[in-house]
């Protein structure tokens, strides 16, 4: 069925892959979904939260380090059960970014540069987004890989 797909002209196949590609993605979201989280799980980025119980409420936040990996991180609760990481060090200068609630956004107290959740930029001086990390969590730990 793939080669069909593939080789066949776009006008004939238009009702055929429609059928095709709703079986299809959702077997392969759920096999990307069970791939990532396993992924994730992998790390050996691990925050414990009785350690770090600021990370258990919403809008708590935290600046964890691991330095044996070299990774600097500014780790938010989000919402419940959502965490989000981002590299803690800002793009435009060498200033710690820090959750500001009131915006739900990461802020850089230098310059105030604004970043989006996922590491992008909002507002500058900064030009470049944070590096973005993914967190996901068993039991006590939260699991933080690049995303
Ligand atoms: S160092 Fe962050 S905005 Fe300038």
Known sequence: MPEQEVATGEDSEIDEPKEDDSDSVEPEEEDTDTETEEECLAQNLVISLSEHPELLEIGGSAIISFPDQFVHLLVVCIA?????????ICSHGNCDVEWDEAVAAVRCPCHDSLFAIDGSVIEGPAETGLKEFMVCRQADQLFVRPA
């Not at 419940?80 to 803690?88: N, Q």
């Open 80 to 88: 419940a059960e959502h965490w989000i990481a981002v590299w803690k």
